[in-house]
């Protein structure tokens, strides 16, 4: 099997609460300085409202006010909302916020766009805000966000949409093993990679 990249090989993860009930929150995802954290129908609908007061007590995370500030991942939120209530085990697959362990604070998150489609592919997005980039969050957390679905049953590849003028993006991906294909989605480059890239053996699961 071909490796990922050096720096995302150092990634370890931890799964607490892995045998969840549906009904409750999905697995938290822990690395050596995040937390990503499932968002819940309620804690997105707070956020759709603009309450990120009530969002944050919901999560047990602090939310800067306004968040998400960008069009993309806000504009979203309806629709992964939809998606949540029409099938409740899509939780695991749809939004994980970012959370600072050091601060509590929300600094991004980590988009699925749903469970492996027919062709066992997961689309995935990330986003950090930009008082918190330049610290390797977006890719220590979407390393360990793929690292967790790669082990999940029926995945077989990752892909992701970037627009040619993102170049931040497209270096990241390529740090996520991801390679530019020929292909579209929604009008933008599509890059994917294969499920099964040998994750480093630090990366584990508790329980």
């Known amino acids: 099997m ?37 968002l819940l129908p309620n804690e997105i609908d707070a956020l759709i409202a603009g309450d990120t007061r009530r969002a944050g007590e919901l ?20 629709w992964h909302l939809k998606h949540l209530r029409a099938d409740v085990r899509q939780r695991a697959w749809r939004i994980r916020v970012i959370v600072e362990r050091r601060t509590g ?3 991004g998150s980590v988009n699925m766009k749903g469970p492996p489609d027919e062709g066992g592919d997961v689309e995935i997005g990330w986003g950090v805000s930009e008082e918190h980039r330049r610290r390797g969050y977006a890719l220590e957390a979407t390393a360990a ?3 967790w679905a790669a082990r ?8 992701a949409t970037i627009p040619e003028t993102n ?21 933008l480059p599509l890059w994917i990679r294969p499920a099964n890239l040998a994750m480093e053996p630090t990366a584990r699961v508790a329980g």
């Open 2 to 38: 071909a490796r990922l990249s050096a720096n995302v090989s150092r990634i370890g993860f931890k799964v607490t609460n892995p045998n969840g009930d549906l009904g409750e929150r999905p697995s938290i995802i822990e690395t050596a300085r995040l937390s990503l954290v499932v």
């Open 59 to 78: 999560v047990g995370a602090t939310f800067p006010d306004g968040w998400p500030h960008d069009e993309a991942p806000r504009s979203g939120l309806p």
């Open 105 to 107: 604070v929300v600094v």
């Open 145 to 147: 966000v793929i690292g």
């Open 152 to 159: 999940q049953p029926g995945v077989e590849s990752f892909s």
């Open 167 to 187: 170049l931040v993006s497209q270096r990241l991906a390529g740090k996520l093993g991801m390679t530019l294909t020929r292909h579209s989605r929604r009008d």
